[in-house]
C-alpha cells in the first residue's frame, strides 16, 4: 500500500486527447519527495532545453504535495510547474485552498499535461471518471465565474476548480491560475495552460488517503496544533507586526497599510513617501478595508485565515489573498478603495498581483516620458485610475500597446526601445521583482536575491530574522526559544548581529555565516514545496510550527518512507540541485545572478563577489554557477553529468575546484 | 412506561460566524472514524459537511443526524441577513434526495456519534476558530428513549430500505452457509 501519496499520476495528452492513469515508482519519492522534487525530475527527464514555452513539447503539471490531503495543519499546496514564458526558466508558483487535497482524495498525486488541444477545453476530474470537455462556451470569462460555471454545469458544489482568465487564453506572460482563495501567479504559468487550450481543470475525489503510522502521526499533529495556538499568543516581538506571528502575511487582518506605504515604493517602483501616512488617509482606508471584507477565509485545513472575501460596492465578490491589497493602490498612487477594486477585476481576468501593476506603472512612466506616445496610447483615458483600468484591459487582450506590455517590463522594454530599457530596472532574472529599494547592502539577501530560482524574495527568506535587534537582551530572548534552527551556531550569529559598528551589514554576517543562513533558509521553502505544505507555516515566518527537527517524523510517519534530518536534508538539497540544472541547461549562469542594479544605493563589487564565490562553493557549484561532478555524484545525480558532459556544459575533466573548507561534504558533517 | 433517567444531551453549537470554511471539521472526522483509528482521511466519509459557497458567504457546517428513507414533501428555503441558503442547507438528515452523510462507495448512512469516547468531539477540538463549540447539559428522559440505535442497525435498515428486508435476509442466510 502506498502511504500519504496515492501513488498515481494523471497524464494527460491534450493533442491526441488521451488519459492514462499511470503508476508511479515509489522509489522516485524516496528520492524526490514528490511535489516541487518529483515535478524537476519529471521536467529534466522530458523538456530538453531546446523546448520553448510554447511548444507542445513543454509539459504543466500540477503536483499535490506529498502530505496534501492528510491531518498535518495547513498541508494543501499544489505545485504547478512549466517552463516559464518570460524567464524561459522553470516556473514553479504554488497555490493554496482546496485544490491538491481535493486531487489526492480523486486518487491523484498530480496531473501532468502536454501537448495542445486545438479548441478550449477544461478537465473534469471524479476519481476514476477523467473526461476532457468542451470549454468553448468559457471563452473570455473570468477565473472566477468559470468556476462557477463549470460547478454548476456538472451539478458539483465541492468540485475544486483550477483556472484561468483571459489573460491565460490570451498567453499574458504573467497570468496566473486562479483557485478559490489562492492563486499560482508567478512566472507566467498561466499562459502556458491557455496555450495548451486548458481553461480549467475541475476536481472532486472520494476516496481515502492513508497514513503509515497514524496514531504517531496524530500525535505530531497534535503537537503542531498546540504550538500553533502558542504561538497565536506569543507574537515575535521586536519586528514589524506582519512579521510577528505565523500564517501567511496577514494582510487582511491587520492594518499594516502605513508601514509598507512608508517602506515600500510608489509607481514604477520609484518613489519613496515617507510621510504619506497621517490620520485622514488611516480613517479612509480603514473604512474601506471594513467595509469591503466580508470574512476571513482559510485554505484547506488550516486555521490562520490568512485570505479574505471581499465585496467591493457594484462588484462581484471575490476573495484576495495577501499584499494584493496594496499593490494597485500602489502602483497607480492611488488608494485603498482603487486597490480593492480593480483587483476584483484583476482577478476574474487571472494576472499576477506583482507583476501586473508593476507593468502598467512602467508603461504610465514610459508614456509620461515620452517613450511612448499618444499614438501609442490612442484611447487611453487622462484620469490616473482610468489608465490602470484601460491598460489592464489591453493588456489581457493583447491589444495594441498591450500586446507589448503583455510580455513584461523586461520584453517589452526591448520591444519598445527608445530607452525603455532603463524602465524596467526592477527585474531578476527578466521576471518583476518586489518593489522594495533600501540603502546598505544586506549579504544575506544579496545572495537570495542573485541565486533564488523561484525569483521572488518571500519564496527564499524566512528563518532568520530580516534585521539586528538592536540591544543584545532582546536578542538573547530572542534566541531563548528558537529550537526551529538547524544548529545552534545561528543562535550565536544573530546574537552578535549589530545595527552599526564592527558586527553589522555589509560585512556582518560574514560570508561565511552568510552563506550558511541563506541555506537554511531556501531548504525549508524546497521541503515546503515538496511535501506540499503552506510556507506561512513554516519557511516564511520566524519560529515557525514545521521545521528541519520535525518535519522527517511527518514523513516517516505519514509516507512510512524511513527519514531523518540528514536524510531530509540531502533529498531538498539533490532536487534544489535538479532545479538548477534544468536552468543551467536551458542557459542560466552566473551573470544572470544579480539583484537589480539600484536595490542597494550602497553596494560593494568585492565584498558581492566574495559572497557568491563562496556560495557557489558552498553548494557544491563552480564559479558559473554550474553543479560540479562531484556535488551530482553525490547527489545520486549523474544522469545530470552525463547530460552536461554531452551538451559541453562541463567537460570530462573538470575537477570540483572546491576548496576543502567550503565544500558540500564538509558541512554536511 | 419507564422510569424516569439522567441523560446527558451533548451539544455542539455551531457559530457560523467564525467558520473559515477550512474543512478541517470533516478532515479529523472522517481519520477518526478510519479504522484503525486514523488510518486514512476522506472528507466525504465525515459526519460533519460544511456546506460552502464563498462568493455568497454561505458556511453551514452541520452534523449527521437520523437517518430517514424518504425525503421531504416539501422543502423550505431560509433568507438570513440576505443570504439565501439552500433547500435542506440546515438539515441533519441522511436521506435519499443528496449526497450528504453517505459513505462513497457503499452509501450506506452516517452519523454523527459525539465521537464516542473521546473527551472532546474531534470536530470541536480541531477547529481552533471556535466556530463549534461543546456543551453538555442534564435532561431527564423515559428509559425507553435512550436506547440508540447502533450504527449497524441504521446500516441495515438503510439496506433493507434499498433492497428489502427479503433480499437482505437472504444474503445473510448464504453468507451464514458460507461461513460454517
Ligand atoms: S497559513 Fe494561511 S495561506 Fe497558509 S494554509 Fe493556512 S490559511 Fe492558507
Ligand atoms: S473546522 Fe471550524 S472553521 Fe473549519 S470548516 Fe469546520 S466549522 Fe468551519
Ligand atoms: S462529533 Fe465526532 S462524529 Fe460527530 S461530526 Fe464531530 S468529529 Fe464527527
Not at chain 1, 496531473?111 to 476532457?132: A, M, T
Request: contains cysteine; negative net charge; glycine residues 8%.
Amino acid at each position: 500500500m502506498r502511504y500519504a501519496e496515492t501513488g498515481f499520476n494523471l497524464e494527460i495528452d491534450l493533442s491526441r486527447g488521451n488519459i492514462e492513469r499511470v503508476e508511479s515508482d515509489p522509489e522516485l519519492t524516496k528520492h524526490y519527495l514528490g511535489g516541487l522534487g518529483t515535478n524537476a525530475k519529471i521536467l529534466w527527464d522530458r523538456v530538453p532545453p531546446e523546448v520553448e514555452p510554447f511548444s507542445p513539447e513543454n509539459v504543466l503539471i500540477f503536483s499535490a504535495g506529498l502530505l496534501c490531503g492528510t491531518p498535518a495543519i495547513g498541508c494543501n499546496r499544489t505545485i504547478v510547474s512549466t517552463i516559464s514564458p518570460q524567464t524561459k526558466l522553470m516556473a514553479f508558483s504554488m497555490m493554496g485552498g482546496f485544490w491538491a487535497p481535493e486531487l489526492k482524495y480523486a486518487g491523484y498525486d498530480r496531473v501532468i499535461l502536454r501537448g495542445k488541444s486545438p479548441d478550449l477545453v477544461y478537465l473534469w476530474i471524479k476519481n476514476d471518471q477523467v473526461e476532457i470537455r468542451d470549454a468553448s462556451h468559457l471563452k473570455g470569462l473570468g477565473a472566477t465565474e468559470t468556476a462557477e460555471l463549470i460547478r454548476q454545469e456538472l451539478n458539483e458544489p465541492k468540485a475544486q476548480v483550477a483556472s484561468i482568465g483571459m489573460a491565460g487564453e490570451n498567453r499574458v506572460y504573467f497570468a496566473s491560475i486562479e483557485q478559490g482563495r489562492s492563486s499560482a501567479s508567478r512566472l507566467g504559468i498561466g499562459a502556458v495552460m491557455g496555450d495548451k487550450g486548458v481553461k480549467a481543470i475541475a476536481v472532486r475525489g472520494t476516496k481515502d488517503i492513508n497514513i503509515a503510522q497514524p496514531a504517531e502521526y496524530l500525535e505530531l499533529c497534535h503537537e503542531v496544533m498546540e504550538y500553533i495556538k502558542w504561538r497565536n499568543d506569543n507574537p515575535v516581538p521586536g519586528v514589524m507586526t506582519i512579521m510577528q506571528g505565523i500564517g501567511s502575511p496577514q494582510e487582511m487582518k491587520v492594518h499594516d497599510e502605513k508601514w509598507h506605504t512608508e517602506n515600500f515604493m510608489w509607481g514604477n517602483t520609484r518613489v519613496r513617501r515617507k510621510d504619506f501616512w497621517n490620520e485622514e488617509v488611516e480613517q479612509q482606508w480603514t473604512k474601506t478595508m471594513d467595509s469591503m471584507r466580508t470574512r476571513f477565509i482559510s485554505c484547506y485545513n488550516c486555521p490562520m485565515e490568512c485570505g479574505a472575501t471581499i465585496t467591493p460596492p457594484g462588484q462581484p465578490t471575490y476573495m484576495m489573498k495577501c499584499f494584493s491589497k496594496l499593490t494597485y493602490t500602489m502602483a497607480a498612487f492611488s488608494d485603498l478603495d482603487f486597490g480593492l477594486k480593480i483587483a476584483q477585476r484583476a482577478t476574474e481576468y487571472g494576472v499576477d498581483g506583482f507583476s501586473a501593476p508593476q507593468v502598467m506603472a512602467f508603461a504610465v512612466e514610459l508614456y509620461e516620458n515620452g517613450i511612448l506616445t499618444d499614438k501609442d496610447m490612442s484611447g487611453m483615458p487622462s484620469d490616473n485610475e482610468g489608465r490602470f483600468y484601460w491598460l489592464l484591459d489591453r493588456i489581457v487582450r493583447r491589444e495594441g500597446i498591450g500586446d507589448v506590455l503583455a510580455n513584461g517590463t523586461y520584453w517589452a522594454a526591448k520591444e519598445i526601445g527608445g530607452g525603455a530599457e532603463e524602465y524596467a530596472h526592477n527585474n531578476i532574472k527578466k521576471h518583476e521583482q518586489l518593489p522594495l529599494k533600501l540603502s546598505m547592502l544586506n549579504p544575506i539577501y544579496f545572495l537570495m536575491y542573485c541565486t533564488g530560482e523561484k525569483i521572488n524574495i518571500t519564496q527564499i527568506e524566512g528563518q532568520f530574522p530580516q534585521a539586528p535587534y538592536p540591544k543584545r537582551e532582546e536578542r538573547e530572548a530572542f534566541v531563548k526559544d528558537w529550537f526551529q534552527v538547524p544548529d545552534e551556531k545561528f543562535k550565536q550569529y544573530f546574537l552578535d548581529w549589530e545595527p552599526r559598528g564592527e558586527n553589522s551589514n555589509p560585512y556582518y554576517p560574514t560570508v561565511r555565516m552568510s552563506c550558511e543562513i541563506v541555506d537554511w533558509q531556501e531548504m525549508m521553502h524546497y521541503i515546503d514545496d515538496a511535501l506540499g505544505m503552506c510556507a506561512g507555516l513554516s519557511s516564511f515566518p520566524l519560529k515557525p510550527p514545521y521545521h528541519i527537527h520535525n518535519y522527517p517524523k511527518f514523513i516517516t510517519a505519514g509516507a512510512g518512507i524511513e527519514m531523518d534530518e540528514a536524510k531530509l536534508t540531502k533529498a531538498a538539497r539533490r532536487y534544489r540541485t535538479l532545479v538548477r540544472a534544468v536552468n543551467i541547461r536551458r542557459g542560466m549562469r552566473r551573470a544572470d545572478e544579480k539583484p537589480p542594479e539600484n536595490h542597494w544605493k550602497k553596494r560593494f563589487p568585492e565584498l558581492e563577489k566574495d559572497l557568491l564565490d563562496t556560495y557557489y562553493r558552498f553548494k557544491g557549484w563552480n564559479n558559473d554557477g554550474v553543479p560540479t561532478k562531484e556535488t551530482l555524484h553525490e547527489l545520486s545525480l549523474d544522469y545530470v553529468t552525463e547530460d552536461f558532459i554531452k551538451r559541453g556544459i562541463l567537460t570530462d575533466n573538470d575537477g570540483d575546484g572546491l576548496s576543502d573548507e567550503t565544500s558540500v561534504k564538509d558541512k554536511s558533517k | 412506561m419507564g422510569e424516569n433517567t439522567k441523560k446527558t444531551i451533548k451539544t455542539i453549537k455551531v457559530d457560523m460566524d467564525k467558520c473559515n470554511g477550512c474543512r478541517t471539521c470533516e478532515m479529523i472526522c472522517s481519520a477518526f472514524h478510519a479504522v484503525p483509528k486514523y488510518s486514512s482521511v476522506n472528507p466525504a466519509r465525515s459526519r460533519i459537511r460544511l456546506i460552502r459557497h464563498p462568493l455568497r458567504d454561505i458556511y453551514v457546517p452541520v452534523h449527521a443526524g437520523e437517518y430517514v428513507n424518504a425525503e421531504c414533501a416539501g422543502r423550505d428555503k431560509y433568507v438570513i441577513n440576505g443570504k439565501e441558503y439552500e433547500e435542506c442547507a440546515f438539515c441533519r438528515a441522511s436521506c435519499p434526495s443528496r449526497e450528504e452523510f453517505k459513505e462513497p462507495d457503499s452509501g450506506l448512512p452516517l452519523t454523527c456519534d459525539m465521537c464516542e469516547g473521546e473527551d472532546e468531539p474531534l470536530c470541536v477540538k480541531w477547529c481552533l476558530n471556535d466556530a463549534l463549540t461543546y456543551e453538555e447539559r442534564e435532561e431527564e428522559v423515559e428509559e425507553d428513549e435512550i436506547k440508540a440505535q447502533t450504527e449497524m442497525e441504521i446500516g441495515l435498515e438503510a439496506l433493507a430500505d434499498r433492497f428489502g428486508l427479503e433480499k437482505i435476509t437472504d444474503a445473510v442466510a448464504r453468507m451464514r452457509e458460507k461461513e460454517q
